[in-house]
């Protein structure tokens, strides 16, 4: 995509001082059923926010109701300090990019573009003039006078975008924007919506259930399931220490070691798992000593020694060269350890005995 | 996300049904009125005699007369042979329009469709022609010697006629069930050792069993329920149950026995479809052609 | 060689499909008083005696006026009622559904006698407003199903993003869902006209001696004489229902009409 500065600035100005989104107890019923209770949410103008889940976990009936296309059933959302619960769609400034682009068939891009500014009631000429620049913004000039049908995916995914950044919305939502399109393109387009986002400064909030996509391209990252956010915090906090076993659990692989909360020492928190110690960040308020608590370890931020052997000690049980990485189990006291080691790390031997370890800050640790 | 496809059930404005009744108001007021109202009327007369007493003898008197349990019979007659017929063309040209190309085969089923899109009458006419004294069939047969039989008026005149109508009624939906088919099970057959024939009995036709079915339900059930085709090309020396219905309407005037006549008529062609139905619906199968 | 028999037969099932139009476009032509095939010599007089008949030319108006107002309604009324079944539930919407779908299986010989029998009850006498009534009863479904089919093709998130884009429910409807159903719309109010005007079932039951559609005109001439008039009608709807279906394939797709996609499937 090529930059428009002139869109760029204007845009950056504005939305320093919009898009402060507020959600206040949200809650809705569908079908009987609670699927999503209670969410509350704040955002800073200007941030990329991310609700990422599973299917079903209540982030996409989340982001509807934000757009008004579901009434909350209960709880407060106000944008920029405006109650817009009650607000329909048509009278909220908020642009929305569709999973399926649900780009109008029947007209052309142009006209897609165009739509928002029309119902705003915007002069043709002005008009014409915002289309095009935002459509060479996401690198569509050229293709104004095509229909969507002759776009390719990832063509007709920019021009959602386009259609929706035209009306320079207090919020841009994104529903699963990249989920129909094939993997290379998928990176491609989020790392330049990424971009975009940053240079534009509009509040952002993107729906995915890909937790490398989250990662990628949010500034915090809410996880949800069952229709409660789970944690809310920077996606290097999501991922070195989630606060509970789902977010741990469904965001890439963990170690997760039982054990005794053994109070703060020099090194962080301390644990008993097995015959050893090790140390973690507590998720929340820190555990009264003695309490069962599980620390959780990212493969990742494991480190393998050789030349000690206190603390956490196992025999390597399989090591695995796995090109950018290489995976080696150890079994400890406390149960099987996985590390992901540089590919240029020394790789032990198996049945070597070693120690594993970790930075107290890379690993978290929850009550059980 | 399953939530989306909800979103009529809470969105801004309440009482969303009652738009949605008012939407369906003119169809409700269009078939209440002109759809439910004279059926009922039909069925209440059914049980009437002239003077409006209930009586069950108009259905006594059909089923007990063996003039017009034959006419019954010689309709279910007709309307089997037709689908026969249907099946037996139908089938050979499925096979062959599913060989051809995207475009060759919609000009076919556009010249399948092209006698439905006729108006009736003309069409009915044209086999007049056809099949009549001074048409084509007769002159090629007086060609090669020999004294052309009477063509029309009988059940071969209405069964030519019904097939030509209906035979696109069996050959699409045949052809939903022919395009489901895995188009590597054959080569795959093929490969195990099975001859073409012994793939085509094996594999093909049984999979194509739902499009044959939908296809010759159809066919039965309208064939049964024709009228100007038949009373054209057929006459008052073909008995068909709809022509007794209209004779008895409209000559006869006794509008309770038609109405009997006509509501046997209804039992034996949707007792027909809703069996099947039934019979989709335990065997789980796709519904080619509704 | 199968693909050569295969072809051949294919060419015969054509020959037989339009036999009865290629025999009445023929044999219009003919010069002798009655109706022969191959046609002898050449002359239009035969359409010159059409338009000579006072009867036809208005029973040609009558049936163009029912089946053109039985277009209109059905296409506006099918909207409405496909727009109520697919967006909304309502008490009775079950039944609506079934009694749809059931008017395609009761015979249309049967729908005609219960509409005699009714308006009789009714005490409505027959003109072209009963007429357009009883066809309507015909016509309507189809609009219907072809109206679902439309909408169900409509991406719910197209409409969605039009709100968001600042359009009010109605500009939402004129800009996005009319437009996913203006095909099969046209197509339908077609399919109506052709349905309504082809009629003869129904019509023979609604009309009166005064009231004549075409087909019911043409039914009743053919019952006496045999000259090829009744041809040079015939081909002059031929020519009109060819219109038709150019128009329809434009809009919808023939084959759709029927219930039937002949494209495959996957």
Redesign the interface.
């Known amino acids: 995509m090529r930059a428009s500065t002139a869109t760029a600035e204007v845009s950056a100005d504005d939305a320093v001082r919009r898009g402060r989104l507020r959600l206040d107890g949200v809650r ?1 019923v ?2 009987g059923k609670e ?1 999503v209770s209670a969410v509350d949410l704040e955002t800073e103008p200007g941030e990329f926010l991310t609700l990422l889940g599973p ?2 976990c ?1 982030k ?2 989340t982001l ?1 109701m934000v ?5 909350a ?1 209960g709880g407060v959302i106000e944008v920029d300090g405006r109650d817009v619960t ?1 607000t ?9 990019v ?9 007209m052309t891009i142009a006209d897609n573009v165009a ?2 500014l029309r ?2 009631k915007v002069a043709a000429a002005e008009r014409d003039r915002q289309v095009a620049e935002v459509l060479e913004m996401v690198g569509l000039d050229g293709m104004a006078g095509r229909h969507p049908r002759q776009l390719s995916g990832g063509q007709q995914q920019r021009a ?1 975008l386009a ?2 950044l035209v ?1 320079q919305p207090d919020l841009l ?1 994104l529903d ?1 924007p990249f989920s129909n399109l094939d993997a290379q393109l998928r990176v491609r387009l989020r790392e330049e919506v990424g971009a975009l986002q940053r240079r534009i400064g509009t509040t952002t909030i993107l729906v995915t259930h890909d937790q490398e996509e989250a990662l990628a391209v949010s500034d915090r990252i809410a996880v949800m399931a069952d229709g409660v956010i789970h944690q809310l915090d920077r996606p290097r906090e999501i991922y070195l220490r989630p606060g509970t076993d789902f977010v741990a659990q469904f965001i890439g692989e963990v170690n997760a070691l039982d054990g005794t909360a053994a109070g703060f020492t020099r090194d962080g928190y301390a644990c008993r798992v097995a015959d050893a110690t090790v140390a973690a960040t507590p998720a929340g308020e820190a555990p009264a000593e003695g309490t069962e608590v599980r620390v959780y370890v990212r493969p990742e931020v494991v480190r393998i020694r050789t030349d000690r052997t206190s603390g956490l000690v196992g025999t390597v049980r399989e090591t695995r060269f796995l090109g950018s990485r290489i995976r080696c189990v150890v079994a400890t006291p406390a149960g099987d350890v996985t590390a992901a080691l540089p590919f240029d790390a020394d790789v032990p031997a198996v049945g070597e005995e070693v120690t594993c370890e970790w930075r107290p800050s890379d690993a978290s640790l929850t009550a059980r | 996300m399953a939530a989306i496809g909800r979103v009529s059930d809470g969105t801004l404005s309440r009482p969303r049904w009652r738009t949605g009744l008012l939407l369906a108001l003119p169809a409700v007021v269009i078939f209440g009125l002109l759809f439910a109202a004279p059926l009922f009327t039909l069925v209440a007369n059914s049980f009437r005699t002239q003077t409006g007493a209930f009586t069950l003898s108009n259905y006594e008197r059909f089923l007990g007369d063996p003039f017009y349990r034959g006419v019954l019979w010689n309709t279910l007659k007709v309307a089997a042979m037709t689908t026969i017929g249907c099946l037996l063309v139908g089938y050979p040209f499925a096979l062959y329009m599913r060989g051809r190309s995207p475009r060759v085969r919609n000009w076919l089923a556009l010249l399948l469709l092209s006698p439905l899109l006729i108006s009736m009458v003309i069409r009915a006419y044209g086999w007049l022609v056809v099949l009549g004294p001074n048409g084509p069939v007769a002159a090629v047969l007086k060609w090669v010697g020999i004294t052309p039989p009477q063509l029309l008026y009988n059940d071969t005149a209405v069964l030519i006629g019904m097939i030509h109508v209906m035979l696109a009624y069996m050959v699409l939906p045949l052809m939903g069930s022919l395009d489901r088919i895995d188009p590597t099970l054959v080569p795959a057959a093929r490969g195990l050792g099975a001859p073409g024939w012994t793939c085509f009995w094996r594999i093909t036709l049984p999979l194509s069993a739902p499009g044959m079915l939908a296809g010759a339900m159809i066919v039965f059930s309208l064939t049964a329920s024709s009228f100007v085709t038949p009373a054209i090309l057929g006459g008052p020396k073909v008995k068909l149950m709809p022509y007794f219905v209209y004779t008895q309407a409209t000559t006869t005037l006794d509008w309770p026995y038609a109405a009997a006549i006509g509501f046997i008529l209804v039992v034996v062609t949707t007792g027909l479809l809703l069996g099947y139905a039934r019979l989709l619906r335990r065997n789980n199968g796709d519904v080619v052609f509704q | 060689m199968i693909r050569l028999l295969g072809t051949g037969f294919a060419c015969l099932v054509g020959l037989f499909l339009i036999a009865p139009v290629l025999v009445t476009v023929a044999s219009s032509l003919t010069t002798t008083r009655y109706v022969t095939f191959p046609p002898q010599g050449f002359t239009l007089r035969w359409y010159a005696e059409v338009f000579r008949k006072e009867e036809f030319l208005s029973s040609f108006v009558l049936s163009v006026g029912v089946a053109l107002a039985a277009a209109a309604v059905s296409a506006v009324v099918g909207l409405a009622c496909g727009l109520a079944i697919h967006r909304y539930r309502f008490p009775g919407r079950a039944a609506l559904e079934g009694v749809l779908a059931s008017a395609f299986a009761v015979p249309t010989i049967v729908l005609g006698i219960g509409l005699l029998q009714w308006f009789a009850q009714m005490g409505l006498a027959s003109s072209p407003f009963t007429l357009l009534l009883a066809h309507l009863v015909l016509t309507v479904p189809y609009t219907v199903r072809l109206v679902l089919a439309g909408l169900a093709g409509l991406d719910r998130s197209a409409e969605k993003a039009a709100a968001g884009l600042g359009a009010a429910p109605f500009l939402v409807f004129w800009h996005v869902t009319l437009p996913a159903v203006r095909g099969p719309l046209i197509g339908g109010a077609f399919f109506a006209f052709i349905t309504s005007f082809d009629d003869l079932t129904v019509a023979l039951f609604v009309v009166t001696t005064d009231l004549q559609t075409l087909p019911v005109r043409i039914f009743n001439y053919m019952q006496y004489d045999y000259d090829p008039t009744v041809t040079a009608i015939g081909t002059l709807m031929v020519l009109f229902a060819a219109v038709a279906v150019v128009v329809i394939e434009r809009f919808v797709g023939v084959a759709k009409l029927f219930g039937a996609d002949t494209e495959q499937n996957r």
Request: aromatic residues 8%; without cysteine; hydrophobic residues 35%.
């Open positions: 809705k569908l079908g699927v299917s079903g209540g996409s009936t509807n757009a008004g296309h579901l009434t059933d009650g329909p769609p048509h009278r909220r400034s908020m642009g929305m569709f999973q399926s682009y649900a780009l109008f068939p029947h739509f928002g119902m705003r959602a259609r929706a009306i939502l699963e």
